[in-house]
């Protein structure tokens, strides 16, 4: 049956009557150096807890997994090379931001939105904040890569190779481009807009020390609430037609390619949850769930399995972390050829950010996301590459993912 993660046509009136807006929160972010804010855009989601959260400066920070206290309100993050702590793998390709590999933070101030429009406002300041005007489009970046068209269709040539080879059966292949910013560039303003046209389940802004995060993710990395674990990958990808052919949906729900593409990914997930659940106990309630998004159709499956004693939250990212859907599978196999296929540091792009709430925590997966460091905005953008991946389509399809983020309407 088909789910939709489109916004729902009534607020909920809780929210709407609530000190605090979304766009108050992100004006709120101008005066802060480290915060977060996140929101699900008011979409449907059987297993979300929170509508909107926002937390400002910190108390405490915790730079290592380990570190994190179990009874605490803390936002964060995972970058996608924390996966040099668990495994025997390196990154010496370029950085393009500040953030660190992994940080959480409790707020000084935060603000809570749950699903039923519960609200817990622990800001200082009580007054209305000032809005802007946002602007009708997003500003016009001028776009480059440091890979070009030769260089992709070669590299997926060599990936092909070594799945023919054996080497491994799935790699997650991205490319980078960066554009100088304009001098009226409003990142604030440029988060709200975008947000407003792709209401994405799973948005995000991020600010820490110099560096910007504008996320605009479909995609749950994990969930944790007491002893249960859920993750949700996605895999396939179908623009939306207005209206649309019911045919067309069939026909992409049920593609042989797209099913595996997710099939492969979800065997990676459970294997990952089998490390820290108890024997038996993971799920797979949801295999290839077609889903609509503002956009765009996704298969999405959903992964379930019970954790088993005393596990610790470093030892469940030990087991997860990257999440498969971002590398390919087998995961350490794939990790390391993309060192050597792509020619940067992914930064926060298919790392994860969220929240943890006394030992709880949800997290997505960054992607469709803007980063922004010194004058400079930066999108990452890939794709699963597999035997009989078309590497025009694929290269097509990375300029499209770019455009769509950047003219979503």
């Not at 390391?336 to 997966?365: A, P, Q």
Request: net charge negative; with cysteine.
């Amino acid at each position: 049956m088909l789910k939709s993660f489109v916004k729902i046509n009534v607020a909920l009136p809780q929210l709407m009557n609530s000190p605090q807006s979304l766009e108050q929160l992100i004006y709120k972010a101008k005066a802060h150096d480290t915060c977060m804010v996140c929101c699900s855009n008011d979409t449907t989601d059987e297993y979300g807890k929170y509508e909107l959260l926002a937390g400002y400066d910190f108390i405490s920070e915790y730079k290592e997994p380990k570190e994190l206290p179990s009874d605490a309100f803390l936002f964060g993050f995972c970058a996608y090379d924390l996966k040099n702590s668990f495994h025997i793998l390196d990154s010496k390709n370029k950085s393009f931001t500040s953030f660190p590999d992994f940080y959480f933070f409790e707020p000084k101030e935060y603000y809570k939105v749950d699903r039923a429009g519960k609200v817990a406002n622990g800001l200082k300041n009580e007054s209305k904040i000032h809005k802007s005007k946002i602007p009708k489009k997003p500003l016009s970046f001028n776009w480059s890569s440091d890979t070009s068209k030769d260089q992709y269709l070669n590299k997926i040539a060599q990936i092909q190779e070594d799945i023919r080879n054996g080497a491994y059966y799935e790699l997650n292949y991205c490319i980078h481009f960066e554009a100088d910013t304009p001098s009226d560039l409003d990142v604030y303003e440029l988060f709200l807009q975008i947000n407003e046209n792709t209401k994405s389940p799973f948005a995000s802004f991020c600010k820490y020390k110099g560096s910007y995060l504008l996320c605009f993710s479909p995609e749950r990395y994990l969930k944790k609430t007491g002893d249960s674990l859920i993750s949700q990958p996605i895999k396939g990808t179908l623009k939306r037609h207005f209206p649309e052919d019911p045919s067309r949906l069939k026909a992409f729900e049920s593609a042989p390619k797209e099913r595996a593409e997710n099939t492969m990914i979800v065997d990676l997930v459970r294997n990952d949850l089998s490390r820290v659940c108890k024997a038996g106990t993971v799920q797979v309630p949801e295999l290839c769930g077609l889903r609509t998004f503002s956009h765009v159709h996704h298969l999405v499956s959903t992964v379930t399995g019970q954790l088993k004693e005393n596990t610790s939250f470093n030892d469940i990212i030990n087991a997860s972390f990257p999440m498969g859907s971002m590398t390919g599978a087998p995961k350490l196999e794939v990790m390391k050829h993309i060192e050597e296929y792509e020619s940067f540091k992914r930064g926060l792009y298919s790392g994860s950010v969220g929240y943890i709430e006394n030992g709880d925590f949800d997290f997505n997966v960054v992607i469709r996301s803007l980063q922004v460091y010194q004058n400079r905005i930066h999108y990452c953008v890939g794709g699963a590459i597999v035997y009989d991946s078309i590497a025009q389509e694929e290269y097509e399809e990375c300029y499209a993912k770019l455009n769509g983020i950047m003219n979503s309407n």
